[in-house]
């Protein structure tokens, strides 16, 4: 019988369970990889009533930005520790935002979706970001501008960000859709429905 | 909803397909069978309990070889020479091993026989692993529209499954790129694919195909672009990268 080795890695109580340390920056996504130009960008939140709320890019640019250093774990099994970001506190965006519905669908370009639920996005949990490492973010990396949830899974984080629509119900995105867990915490192994 | 958890999956029959590739074939208990373009992670736990976790390609289709009662399902694991998991797959698992495995894995990167569009695959290397799987599914579907595979691989000696993807009764279209090394006589010099590349050697976007690419991930990004030039919407293009830059 094989027995195996592995390569002992030291233990890191920062690492959620079934997870290894990169020191890459590895990409998933379902599709190719669109290519949106800054004029063309355009964020915006919608709520029930019809209401949007909308930011060109200079107006994101314009908004207080926060830099936020952070651990991100993806479903793919790899993290990656102390990321630096630089982006808009979704508290910033949802400020003037009247909503009674309590889960949202994160829009890309390119047709990706993700679900979650408003109270995970709000307090500090998640930015529309637009820099990694001090530089623009990488197409590849869902440049101009992703969001960063990085409590959970980092599918959730949609790239190419280009909208959030309020929802009655926690109703599955793409990948939530396509067999991966409705919510995806790291640290309970929320990986696949 | 539940996770699907791990089952034990035990190693049947392996055999080398290239100096560093092996194919891998498990009976799995409760196997459910699988769509073509499913993977499924492996799980493997040394003796003091450290655990590892990679994801893997199924080249099997329904329950492989096997059956409903005794279902199969086949891998192919290619040795990264630095890495961790891949070289005890290919060189020390032995026939009879258990490992634990999850899955099957994934809903989207599938081809199923209701899909009627034709169907472009675009592999580089190891990314072949699924699109074996869509061939052999392929093979069993009657009246399914046609289906052409692009293999982009370093050279000869490199290639998975190809007798059985350059049979004359194979129902998909085979065709072979090198990037390194090409046989003798062949009219081409080996060198990376390029945009002309596939526009010669693909569907043309007028033909509407499905178009499905795997590989490492800068060879998805760069073929995926390229065919979003040459016309293919976005929306007709799926993607699976395997790692690596
Ligand atoms: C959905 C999916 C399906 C996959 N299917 C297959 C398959 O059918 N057959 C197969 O052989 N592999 C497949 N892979 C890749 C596989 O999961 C492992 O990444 C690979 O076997 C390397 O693992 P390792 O432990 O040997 O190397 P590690 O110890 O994880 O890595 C060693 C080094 O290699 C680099 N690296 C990791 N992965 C790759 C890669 N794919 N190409 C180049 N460099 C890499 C790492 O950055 C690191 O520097 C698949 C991956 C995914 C995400």
Redesign the pocket.
């Given at each position: 019988m094989a027995v195996f080795g592995g390569?002992r890695r030291e233990e890191n109580p920062d690492l959620p369970p079934g997870q290894?340390l990169?020191d890459?920056f590895p990409v998933l996504s379902a599709g190719p990889t669109p290519r949106i130009d800054e004029e063309d960008w355009a964020f915006v939140i919608q709520t029930e009533t019809g209401v949007t709320h909308r930011w060109s890019w200079a107006e994101l640019l314009a908004l207080p930005s926060e830099d936020i250093t952070v651990d991100i774990h993806c479903v793919?099994s790899w993290s990656k520790l102390g990321t630096g970001w630089r982006g808009v506190s979704l508290d910033t965006l949802f400020a003037d935002v009247e909503t009674s519905l309590e889960f949202v669908m994160v829009h890309s370009y390119g047709g990706y979706t993700t679900n979650l639920p408003l109270e995970e996005i709000l307090d500090g949990k998640a930015w529309v970001v637009y820099e990694f490492d001090g530089e623009s973010l990488d197409p590849e990396h869902g440049g101009p501008a992703r969001l960063l949830v990085p409590h959970l899974y980092f599918w959730k984080s949609a790239k190419w960000v280009r909208g959030i629509v309020m929802q009655d119900d926690d109703e599955p995105g793409f990948w939530e859709e396509n067999g991966y867990h409705l919510h995806g915490d790291p640290w309970r192994e929320e990986r696949y429905a | 909803m539940s996770s699907p958890g791990w089952r034990s999956g035990v190693l049947a029959r392996a055999r080398p397909l290239t100096p560093t590739?092996r194919s891998l074939v498990f009976t799995v208990e409760d196997w459910p069978g699988n769509e073509a373009g499913q993977?499924v992670d492996i799980r493997l736990t040394a003796p003091d309990g450290y655990q590892?976790v990679?994801?893997?390609?199924l080249?099997s289709a329904g329950f492989g070889a096997g059956s409903a009662d005794q279902p199969e399902l086949e891998?192919?694991?290619?040795?990264?020479p630095?890495?961790?998991?891949?070289?005890f797959l290919v060189d020390e698992l032995e026939v009879g091993d258990t490992v634990e495995l999850r899955g099957p894995l994934?809903r989207w990167f599938v081809w199923t026989p209701q899909q009627t569009r034709p169907v472009q695959l675009i592999a580089g290397g190891?990314g072949v692993?699924?699109f074996v799987a869509m061939a052999r599914a392929h093979a069993g579907a009657e009246g399914a529209a046609p289906m052409r595979l692009l293999y982009s691989l370093r050279s000869p000696a490199d290639a998975f499954y190809r007798d059985e993807l350059s049979s004359p009764t194979a129902s998909v279209d085979t065709t072979w790129h090198y990037t390194r090394a090409v046989p003798a006589e062949w009219p081409r010099s080996a060198g990376r694919l390029t945009a002309d590349d596939l526009a010669r050697e693909t569907l043309p976007a007028s033909a509407r195909p499905l178009i499905f690419i795997c590989g490492?991930t800068g060879f998805v990004e760069t073929v995926a672009r390229a065919m979003i030039e040459l016309g293919h919407a976005d929306d007709d293009i799926r993607t699976?990268?395997?790692?690596?830059?």
């Open positions: 390569r290894h990169t890459g793919t | 590739a993977h590892a990679r994801s893997y390609s080249a891998l192919v694991v290619d040795r990264l630095d890495g961790e998991v891949s070289p994934g190891s692993v699924p490492p699976e990268r395997f790692g690596g830059i």
